[in-house]
């Protein structure tokens, strides 16, 4: 009999699975724009959200992040250049748009009206990526030096803009198409012209001083995927042709 029972014992041990390993977890700086849709992509890891600029530069100053997101080439770029970054990967495109607050009190129909005196503007800082394609895009019209004499506000990062106009703060504001939607209720969203916008690519990659450099590819391998891409596209951004 107590063969027998060591023999039990020894099975059900054999049975149970050992205790699994937990999942490394990663760090993702992300540009402030894709806080909504990266918490669908992935929920798993800890993030880091807001201005690319204020992102790039505390990962020069060596955060401990895995993954860099960003909303602009520049910052990714720069940083791959310098080895802290591995080749960063194209995986969204985007647009900027203008919002006004729902009741809409200046009568704001189109981006020229910004031109009018009094007017009151809210728009990123010069080295946010949003305050740069702002800038840029209002220089293609060639309305810059008048809209932006109208400026009330910088904000380092879009999501400050966003808050400011659905509280009417200001009369209008410069944000990315994607972050006009979560608000929808609260402001109204006024097109630019096509030929004026300037070209708006978010990058993405794995940090060189990442402990976790496995964890943080797959990361963006489920970025890049068809579900992650079908998640962008729902969130209402664009997608590159093919990610590179």
Do not use: C
């Amino acid at each position: 009999m107590r063969r027998v029972a060591l023999a039990l014992a020894a099975i059900v041990t054999l049975a149970v699975p050992a205790e699994s390993a937990p999942a490394t977890r990663i760090t993702v700086y992300a540009a402030a724009s894709l806080t909504q849709v990266f918490t669908r992509i992935d929920r798993a890891p800890r993030y880091s959200f807001a201005g690319s600029d204020q992102l790039a530069t505390q990962i020069r100053q060596g955060a401990p992040a895995d993954v860099f997101a960003s909303a602009s080439p520049k910052h990714a770029d720069v940083l791959y250049h310098d080895g802290l970054l591995r080749r960063p990967v194209v995986f969204a495109t985007n647009k900027v748009v203008v919002i006004v607050p729902r009741a809409n009190p200046a009568k704001v129909r189109s981006v020229y009206d910004l031109r009018r005196s009094g007017m009151k503007v809210i728009v990123g800082t010069p080295t946010v990526p949003v305050g740069a394609y702002t800038r840029q895009l209002l220089d293609t019209l060639g309305i810059s030096g008048r809209v932006l004499q109208n400026v009330v506000d910088e904000e380092p990062d879009v999501k400050g803009i966003v808050a400011k106009i659905a509280l009417g703060e200001g009369d209008a504001g410069f944000v990315y198409r994607t972050d006009a939607r979560p608000v929808r209720g609260k402001v109204l969203t006024i097109g630019l012209p096509v030929w004026a916008q300037p070209p708006i690519r978010y990058e993405a990659a794995v940090v060189g001083a990442s402990a976790h450099r496995a964890a943080a590819a797959a990361f963006i391998r489920r970025l890049t995927s068809l579900r992650g891409r079908r998640l962008l596209v729902q969130a209402g951004f664009s997608l590159p042709k093919r990610p590179r």
